[in-house]
């Protein structure tokens, strides 16, 4: 009885933790139903392939030629390139495999930068696009993309994120656990969303926008996210981003933990950036409308003080909880609770990474198994990395090196087709 008072103060912080989970649990619920869908459309609109490198000789001319592979009229689709800080052959690469050339003018620090710049350029001086497909360097592009992204566009959609799939899952645990966390996006959140009328999340390529909406509020970012700026912006002027689950593209994902942590470090860095300058827009915008929206789009840029705030409460609770049964002399029924739990919370991870890889049409071989296992542990390190952007946060944009080096026709397509 003594130490019961100390059990309903630790009951009591806890409980901002625990809505937030409760929250994302119910809201992962609605990822369990069916995607959503187009209907599907002839080829009509105008569309730009667009794609900012740096350094990306080896793989640029394998994401040309695969755009220009597939299923999109010729006439209708065009792939522009953006070199940029670049100190190989890039730009002859991309010109011998046929893309269009755009030379920023300015200095890009980011990606942001570079779109901003190109789209610019594209409105005033070269306006002929319905929409533009953005891609990072690295990706291959599904045959059936471009005419998927076309429906979209008719259906009246401005702005959509594709599915975004991996090229090399099976390389490390870490590429395969980065790819599990897609998949996991795909299903638990993009599709959520949308399937609870709310809007999808940018993920940085695979990506549409309309020329209409580009001419309404151009592209301009500042963070270290241009993806979570973007959506937060769109947001902001009302309009939600559609998730077109059947417009597929294949990422590489980083192999080593070292380079996963710098780009993570980025991604929540940058995360902390559209929090700090846009919260305050978000919430006034919920108070004008009472559309949740808004706050749904602030609890997810919070994720970065969940994931630390959380991660110390369970340790502080497990250290309070063992003190308080060393002293009593015997094994306290809440420390014993606790500490199950938190271990099963461990295999639930395992089991999420099993079930998501099955539910979603996947195949377990498409990723290492010690993947399955680790994946929790990727998950974990972020509280270090987000331990470390707070007190070090990053503050240029480090280029990945990739070395992925294969074609459209390499990859195993069969898992991603099931779904459809």
């Not at 680790?374 to 987000?386: D, K, P, T, V």
Request: proline letters at 3%; charged letters at 20%; aromatic letters at 18%.
């Amino acid at each position: 009885m003594y130490f019961n008072p100390i059990y309903i103060i630790l009951a009591i912080l806890g409980i901002p933790l625990a809505l937030y989970s409760i929250y994302y649990f119910i809201l992962s619920l609605f990822g369990l139903f069916k995607y959503e869908s187009f209907e599907k459309t002839e080829p009509k609109n105008k569309l730009a392939a667009v794609i900012a490198a740096r350094n990306e000789g080896s793989v640029i001319g394998l994401l040309i030629d695969s755009i220009k592979k597939t299923n999109y009229p010729e006439e209708l689709l065009d792939v522009w390139v953006i070199p940029n800080n670049c100190t190989d052959n890039t730009e002859e690469i991309a010109r011998e495999h046929g893309a269009k050339i755009y030379n920023p003018k300015l200095a890009v620090h980011s990606k942001g930068d570079a779109l901003k710049e190109f789209f610019e350029y594209s409105i005033e001086e070269n306006d002929i696009y319905d929409a533009f497909c953005i891609f990072d360097a690295d990706n291959l592009v599904d045959a059936d993309f471009f005419n998927r992204m076309n429906d979209v566009v008719e259906s009246g959609e401005l702005v959509a994120q594709g599915y975004r799939e991996s090229k090399n899952p099976k390389d490390s645990w870490i590429s395969g656990s980065q790819t599990i966390f897609y998949w996991i996006t795909n299903r638990f959140l993009n599709c959520s969303r949308r399937n609870l009328k709310m809007s999808a999340v940018l993920n940085g390529t695979g990506f549409m926008v309309t020329s209409k909406l580009i001419k309404e509020m151009g592209f301009d970012t500042f963070t270290m996210t241009e993806d979570i700026e973007y959506s937060t912006q769109c947001l902001l002027r009302g309009h939600r981003i559609a998730f077109a689950s059947k417009a597929i593209v294949y990422d590489e994902h980083p192999t080593d933990f070292d380079v996963s942590w710098n780009q993570r470090k980025r991604w929540s860095t940058g995360i902390i950036q559209v929090l700090y300058g846009y919260s305050e827009q978000l919430y006034k915008k919920y108070k004008e409308t009472k559309d949740w929206i808004y706050m749904d789009m602030i609890i997810y840029l919070v994720a970065p003080y969940f994931q630390v705030i959380s991660t110390i409460y369970t340790f502080f609770c497990l250290t309070i909880y063992g003190i308080i049964t060393f002293f009593c002399g015997y094994a306290e029924i809440i420390f014993l609770f606790s500490f199950i739990s938190y271990i099963l919370g461990i295999f639930g991870t395992v089991a999420l990474t099993v079930f998501t890889t099955l539910y979603d049409k996947h195949k377990i071989k498409q990723c290492l198994n010690r993947t399955y296992i680790a994946f929790w542990y990727f998950i974990f390190s972020w509280f270090f990395i987000n331990i470390e952007v707070f007190f070090k946060p990053q503050t240029t944009w480090d280029p990945i090196e990739h070395k992925k080096s294969i074609s459209i026709n390499e990859l195993d397509l069969q898992p991603i087709r099931a779904h459809e």
